[in-house]
């Protein structure tokens, strides 16, 4: 009987390893297919309700000029998301008018809605060629790597997936999506066309053009290649000079607006009623005159600051 059951015990014991044995074989493969299926499938669908609301509005065709919006801003925002920040900051803002600066409830409302509305059209504004800005850093190094792989006898489509592969965003995605049209069968004009729909600036048609031309003529990639390198890394390190230089004179465009109108507030929370005369009739005329004045202050050192290279 005690012979029995310890066979039977070793049995189980046994059993129970076999068991964890190839459950966590189970865990190692079903995490190899997560990860696969993650590489094929990268967006993930959302599960709230509130995200749900958030992806039929995404779909609506409204949506789509918004999106293109934020890729050209080089934002990594869905229209969704991004109209929930604008709510989220004017509920904010109304609070903080409302209870920090002790403005009327009516006031409280109109203010956040004109500072959000604002800061909406002004953020494309000042970040309307941030993508292409990014994209054209990275030409740079697209070129090297390019031409790296043409010295070593790769092909140009051979050369795009390295670059998918080892660059980052922004340019990394777009050329991740060249390398699959290019395999499904798709010609290298029409890839790259595809691209320069979101990126026109003159260094990316530069480099289309290059590698165009090349195709069909023929002639020493390489070389051509590492010449394009070298003039986008001068110019890219000249543009960071000019960045530095004119730093402190973007940062005061930005403290000009913002001075006066904190200490504005600040005022009105220490002495109650301190902003009550600017709704009068000629107090709307000064405050119409100072935005103005700051306005036009501030969009002028801007244009003078921003040096085309």
């Known amino acids: 009987m005690n012979l029995a059951v310890s066979i039977l015990y070793s049995l189980a014991v046994l059993s129970l390893l076999f068991w964890l044995y190839f459950y966590l074989g189970y865990r190692k493969h079903r995490k190899e297919w997560t990860q696969q299926v993650r590489q094929w499938y990268p967006e993930e669908k959302r599960k709230s309700f509130i995200s749900k609301w958030g992806d039929k509005f995404d779909e609506r065709e409204g949506a789509q ?3 293109n919006k934020l890729q050209s801003a080089n934002l990594g925002l869905l229209p969704s998301e991004y109209i929930g920040i604008l709510v989220v900051g004017y509920l904010l803002l109304f609070v903080v008018f409302f209870t920090i600066f002790n403005m009327v409830a009516n006031l409280s409302m109109i203010l956040p809605l004109g500072i959000v509305i604002a800061s909406h059209y002004l953020l494309f504004y000042f970040r309307k060629n941030n993508y292409e800005l990014r994209f054209n850093e990275q030409l740079a190094e697209i070129c090297r790597l390019l031409a790296n ?5 790769l092909t140009i489509n051979q050369g795009i997936d390295l670059i998918a ?8 995605p777009e050329f991740s999506r060249i390398s699959n049209e290019l395999k499904l069968g798709v010609s290298l ?12 600036s003159r260094d990316f048609n530069l480099f289309i053009a290059t590698l165009l031309i090349q195709k069909k003529t023929g002639g020493n990639l ?7 390198a070298n003039t986008f890394e001068d110019r890219k390190v000249l543009t960071q000079t000019i960045k530095t230089m004119t730093s402190e004179q973007r940062y005061i465009s930005l403290v000009i607006p913002i001075m006066p109108i904190f200490l504005l507030l600040i005022m009105n929370n220490v002495i109650d009623g301190f902003i009550e005369p600017l709704w009068s009739g000629f107090g709307l005329v000064i405050l119409f005159l100072f935005l103005g004045v700051i306005t036009l202050a501030t969009l002028l050192i801007r244009k003078i600051t921003d040096i085309k290279v």
Do not use: C, H, I, Y
């Open 65 to 67: 000029k918004l999106r």
């Open 149 to 153: 792989s043409a010295r070593s006898g």
């Open 165 to 172: 592969r080892e660059v980052s965003a922004p340019a990394g």
């Open 189 to 200: 004009e029409v890839a790259l066309r595809s691209v320069q729909k979101r990126n026109k």
């Open 222 to 228: 390489a070389t051509t290649l590492d010449t394009m």
